[in-house]
């Protein structure tokens, strides 16, 4: 099933086969995640970039010249490590979408090098059963005048276990940084899910905030859709969603919301 969401996001996009590194313009690509890769958006591209982490381990590294303009998906479908690592030059921007349905560790790392540079990630992971994943987003700002938004939100029942570790750091040349971090969570049952969200700041002119909750489900919103003829199971499903799926409703690639709404229900349905 993991397969074929991939495909059908493949044909979506209409994308070309990336198998080694080098330079890429204005396009739409995938990569296969099984591979070590060094990619430059060039200066001025427009790319819409998807990795999909398949059963492999890979480091993937990403040059976004100066006013490039990244649109970067992430699916996560089955047991994988994957490192991404993205240098963002001056005026560049790159905005990501993650999805994790799988025992998995995940790692991104991105760098604002130049001035005006701009990062945002939105992110979802769901467990089931004795899934263990972790998931971590470092964000360092390295030049003035950059801005940084992350939310990463989990969801894990069972036995399985997730984590979240995020970093922002801002160098002592990067004043005016605006940058904010957020990990939410539920778990169900006897599941676990451990945050640890940083600020490390090093100048004095910047607005920086992060934040993290677990927590259980709403018990007064499941009595509401219960009294209303939803059965519990239908309730729980729904309300958890709704949690996940507005990181998908605004995902960094147009046209890919419903593919990516399917994927995540399909791991729901295992709740």
Known sequence: MATEHIERIANIVASEPITSGGAIGSGSYIVDGQSDLDITVTEGASVRLIVASDAAAADINIDVERGANLGLVHVVSERSATNI?????????????????????????????????????????????DDQASVTVDVNHMSSDCA?????????????????????????????TDSEQTSRNVTIGEARIETLPQLEIYADDVKCSHGATVGQMDADAILYMRQRGLSLADAK??????????????????GLEEVLTELLSAKLNRL
Do not use: N, W
């Not at 499903?237 to 147009?254: K, M």
């Open 85 to 129: 690592s993205l240098a963002l030059s001056e005026g560049a921007l790159c905005r990501m979408t993650q999805v994790i349905v799988s025992a998995s560790d995940s790692r991104v790392v991105a760098s604002l090098m130049g001035r005006d540079a701009r990062f945002e990630l939105g992110g979802a992971f769901v467990l089931t059963d």
């Open 148 to 176: 940084s938004r992350t939310m990463v939100k989990g969801v894990a029942s069972g036995v399985s276990h997730g984590s979240f570790s995020g970093l922002v750091y801002v160098a002592p040349d990067a004043q005016h």
């Open 237 to 254: 499903r729904l309300q958890i969603e709704g949690f996940v799926e507005d990181v998908v409703l605004h995902a960094s690639i147009e």
